[in-house]
């Protein structure tokens, strides 16, 4: 007999241990039990019989139960089957970046798997793709090969590279196609992967091929009406903007944003205007191209490979011609939102922009822009406060650059602000004091010619009367710009001088008393005439106010002013909004911290008298009252008692 062949014997049931009959029938085996003694207690239970059933559904539960059965085991698999897919989509990934030259084609396995019947998989599978591709991108544009490039017998090496250039590319066009496909989606998931994919590779492709048609499609999400999305690309805008240091991409996305706003289209969205204020312009580059014989004739004699290279490596001239070209695009746009007039939503981030882009704008564009702001700033009740300040500052800015060679009257702006200034709404808002005060800045600095001290001494009082009502951050700010007015207008000295047969004006706040103007001086001061001689013929009253002020920077810059004292640098040569938010009191903390008074001289012994559960440490006689009479009747009656009259400092 054959040793592996089982015997007779072993194919005979096996007798329970224990027992020596059969099982009874219709009872069933459990589980043995050990009692207290050590020993094991076999028990029995009756089997579960299956309820009766006439209908045949006993037989149709089978069938259900084993489909509930199959669907969770399929459910098991789909998940295994899923994180097998997230493991191989993380190793082909990590392989591509580990060799992009050796492993290149396994970019279209990524694309297939973004094709998976499961969604997570997809989203997984071309948003790796799309980092993938971030990554290796090169920042140049790969050029098509020409037919007589084609046959031109090449080494080995760079056969490769055209190889690798060629499938780079396919892979990439692939990876744009999908997410364009997918921008369209009705899931929200996927759309705003897409919206990630597109914006992942603007960030790092906006050199290389497909670059407007990157920005063509996040241009549309920038303009919707999904915040998140919209966010989203408004920031790669930013990014790319800060980043592109050639300016062929600046200028492709502004000439597509600058296209909303032609026709009878619907206005773009306020953040696509405002991601225009992050762009970072050269005044130097973007001026005009040089019109000297030398410089035209040097441009004319540069050799073309020579003038190819420089573009490449975005020499000034190239980057000046490039951002004039911005800085055109950027103020057509303007105009065209200026001209709809105050009700376009999009005129205060307009203003705001031209206000920081008017100084480098050509004189042709300024008198259209400077004619429209001005007008507009001159209808009544078309602006609000925020607006109109703006509007404002834009037109002050547009006179510091080129606009310096027009000789154009400002009293009406100067008067606007002047009136302006007092809202005290103007206090609750840092950055639109902020503007405010880079007016009055504007007046100190760039245009001293057109500012007469009269205008400058109302406009003294109307920021002095803004501070002694404004918060200590605010006042700060208001009293620094008064002192670059007194700096900028020596004549506006008369304002601290005292009036006739009166004390200067730093004896008079030391000595507790007021110093007006008069009786009809403020009344005088609520007239829109800021030209009138009212203002310079008075006194800078508030400053007696402010040098009792609770804050002591307050006090400390009221008191410099009126003895007429410089200000410290730190003060002087920072921003308005710098010193609110320096000295702001949002958070509840007081700037600065105020210094803690000195420790007791009996402190130290105090504690350790308290350490050492000693007498607490005594003083000699102090008297407990200034008064007279009170001390000696003190002092009698200790005498009497016979007790030494003392102080007991517990603390």
Request: hydrophobic share 45%; glycine share 6%.
């Amino acid at each position: 007999m054959d040793e592996e062949q089982e015997a007779p014997f072993e194919r005979v049931p096996r007798a329970r241990l224990g027992g020596g009959g059969d099982e009874e029938e219709g009872m069933r085996e459990l589980l043995p039990v050990r009692q207290a003694n050590g020993q094991w207690q076999r028990r029995k239970a009756p089997k579960q019989q299956p309820p009766p059933n006439d209908d045949g559904q006993g037989a149709a539960a089978a069938p259900a139960a084993a489909a509930a059965m199959s669907e969770i085991e399929a459910a098991a698999a789909e998940v295994e089957t899923a994180a097998a897919k997230r493991t191989r989509i993380a190793k082909l990934s990590a392989s591509i970046l580990e060799a992009p030259h050796m492993h290149i084609s396994l970019l279209d396995e990524l694309h297939q798997l973004a094709k998976d019947p499961s969604a997570s998989v997809q989203r997984m599978a071309l948003l790796s793709s799309a980092a993938v591709l971030r990554d290796i991108v090169p920042a140049y544009r790969i050029r098509p090969l020409t037919d007589k490039e084609l046959k031109m017998q090449v080494s080995k090496e760079v056969g490769l590279l055209r190889e690798y250039e060629r499938k780079l590319l396919a892979a990439y066009e692939t990876c744009v196609g999908l997410l364009r496909k997918w921008l369209s989606s009705r899931l929200d998931a996927h759309r705003a992967a897409a919206v990630r994919g597109l914006c992942a590779l603007l960030d790092k492709a906006y050199d290389f091929n497909g670059r407007d048609e990157l920005i063509a499609l996040l241009l549309p999400i920038a303009n919707g009406t999904e915040p998140p999305l919209r966010a989203d690309a408004c920031a790669t805008l930013e990014r790319m903007y800060a980043a592109d240091t050639h300016g062929e991409a600046t200028l492709a996305a502004v000439k597509q944003t600058s296209a909303l706003l032609k026709g009878g289209q619907a206005p773009p969205h306020s953040d696509v205007l405002a991601t225009w204020l992050s762009l970072k312009l050269d005044a130097a580059a973007a001026g005009s191209d040089p019109s000297t014989k030398r410089a035209k004739k040097r441009k004319r004699d540069l050799d073309p490979v020579a003038r190819e290279l420089a573009a490449a490596a975005g020499e000034r001239g190239d980057v000046a011609r490039v951002q004039t070209q911005v800085l055109e695009h950027i103020f057509v746009a303007y105009a065209r939102v200026v001209k709809r007039g105050a009700a376009s939503p999009l005129l205060p981030i307009v203003l705001r922009g031209v206000a920081k882009f008017a100084h480098q704008v050509n004189v042709e564009l300024l008198l259209d822009l400077f004619g429209n702001l001005r007008m507009l700033l001159n209808t009544e009740g078309a602006l609000g406060t925020p607006a109109a300040l703006q509007c404002v500052h834009a037109l002050l800015q547009l006179l510091s650059g080129h606009g310096q060679a027009l000789a154009v009257d400002t009293k009406d702006v100067h008067l606007r602000l002047y009136r302006l200034l007092r809202d005290r709404s103007l206090l609750w808002q840092p950055p639109l004091l902020a503007t405010a005060l880079d007016c009055v800045e504007h007046l100190c600095r760039r245009n001293r010619a057109a500012l007469l001290a009269p205008r400058a001494a109302s406009i003294v009082h109307r920021l002095l009367g803004l501070a002694c009502v404004a918060p200590p951050a605010q006042a700060i700010a208001l009293l620094c710009a008064v002192s670059r007015l007194h700096i900028a207008c020596p004549r506006l000295a008369t304002m601290l001088e005292p009036p006739e047969g009166g004390l200067p004006m730093h004896v008079a706040m030391l000595n507790g008393r007021h110093v007006g103007g008069g009786d009809g001086l403020e009344a005088a001061l609520e007239d829109d005439d800021m030209d009138a001689p009212t203002a310079i013929h008075s006194t800078s009253w508030h400053l007696a106010a402010l040098r009792r002020h609770y804050h002591p920077t307050v006090a400390e810059l009221a008191g410099k002013l009126a003895g007429r004292q410089p200000f410290a640098p730190r003060f002087l040569n920072a921003s308005p909004l710098a010193l609110m938010h320096q000295y702001s009191e949002a958070t509840g903390a007081f700037h600065p911290a105020p210094t803690p008074p000195k420790a007791h001289r009996l402190a130290p012994a105090l504690a350790t008298a308290l350490a050492n559960a000693t007498p607490a440490p005594m003083l000699g006689a102090v008297p407990a009252s200034r008064l007279d009479s009170v001390r000696e009747a003190e002092t009698e009656a200790a005498a009497a008692a016979g007790q030494p009259i003392s102080v007991r400092f517990t603390m």
